[in-house]
């Protein structure tokens, strides 16, 4: 269902396609071995999503995992296959006009059921934890930290993946018992691996990374890179020329979005309030300057 007014795309609609999930943000289609992802323009806070979307966000959402999965395509396989309407099966062309732009073909993958996560800054949970305890999903870190502060050196904190609210941080013990040790120091490697070398280049573009969360897959026993990669969904960005720790940072996602729900009073339960215009414009523009910013190129 698209709003041609302000020209987002809400839900997909792939008549005799295979649905097999409506996500926060993507539409999940069967393709016979493969998988079609259809990043929708819907947005979500509070684990609540919203009923009007953002212009161009799932554009931007799959253009720019798009150019991460090429970025890191030397550290490991990913489950990118095409984003180009002509290559998808024929059954599929009929569906171009909400195909294009913002859905990818991928290889269907055994998931790894745990989110990974690297921290090279301490904010969001891990700035609560640490406040209560001096950790972050039970690692120790030095006393005296402040909000947003830079980490001795990031962190892979794992979280297990929730059906519906929130994901829940769990230590790395825990996160070996859910997919055992050798899997879980491999992920974690890679993890860490993955984020120093986007935050190498994020600082190059005048942007920080601040954290980001993977979903790793299996195929033939061999860990791939899947879902959405380093996107303003995933991802915390700063702009660099701003930071200051023991303060807010403006960072590149859906904060306006979530500023204005907290300004209303939102009790974070649905059904979620229409965002003004304004509040869609500006999420909408932080959003396609994140892109710009990380790509060098226009949307």
Same mark, same amino acid.
């Given at each position: 269902m698209s709003d041609n007014?302000? #020209?987002? @795309? @809400? *839900?997909?609609?792939?008549?005799?396609?295979?649905? $097999?999930?409506?996500?926060?943000?993507? !539409?999940?289609?069967?393709?016979? !071995? !493969?998988?079609? /992802?259809?990043?929708?323009d819907? $947005? #979500?806070? /509070?684990?609540? &999503?919203?009923?009007?979307? $953002? %212009?161009?966000?799932? *554009? &931007? @959402?799959?253009k720019l995992s798009i150019f991460w999965f090429d970025f890191l395509k030397d550290l490991l396989p990913t489950h990118f296959l095409t984003a180009n309407v002509d290559e998808y099966p024929e059954d599929l062309h009929q569906f171009s006009e909400q195909l294009a732009g913002r859905s990818m073909m &991928?290889?269907?993958? *055994?998931? &790894? %059921?745990?989110?990974?996560v690297a921290r090279g800054y301490l904010a969001g949970s891990g700035w609560k934890e640490y406040q209560a305890q001096g950790t972050v999903c039970g690692i120790e870190l030095p006393s005296g930290l402040v909000a947003n502060d830079l980490l001795p050196e990031p962190i892979f904190t794992p979280a297990t993946k929730a059906l519906e609210g929130h994901d829940e941080n769990i230590s790395f013990e825990h996160a070996c018992g859910i997919v055992g040790e050798d899997l879980c120091q491999r992920l974690r490697t890679l993890t860490l691996d993955i984020y120093m070398k986007a935050q190498r280049h994020a600082l190059t573009c005048g942007l920080m990374l601040a954290d980001t969360k993977f979903e790793f897959g299996l195929l033939n026993s061999e860990i791939v890179l899947a879902d959405e990669v380093l996107t303003p969904d995933s991802s915390r960005y700063w702009p660099l020329n701003s930071y200051q720790p023991g303060q807010e940072q403006p960072s590149y996602d859906k904060q306006y979005v979530r500023d204005y729900l907290e300004k209303v009073r939102f009790n974070k339960q649905p059904p979620g309030p229409v965002l003004p215009a304004e509040v869609v414009a500006n999420?909408? #523009?932080?959003?396609? *300057?994140?892109y710009r910013a990380l790509t060098g190129k226009e949307l």
């Open positions: 007014q302000t #020209s987002v @795309l @809400l *839900e997909s609609n792939l008549t005799g396609i295979k649905l $097999i999930a409506r996500g926060k943000v993507r !539409d999940v289609y069967q393709m016979g !071995d !493969d998988i079609l /992802f259809i990043a929708t819907r $947005i #979500s806070a /509070f684990d609540v &999503v919203l009923p009007n979307g $953002i %212009p161009r966000k799932g *554009e &931007v @959402l799959t &991928v290889k269907k993958l *055994e998931m &790894v %059921p745990i989110e990974c999420t909408s #523009s932080k959003y396609q *300057e994140a």
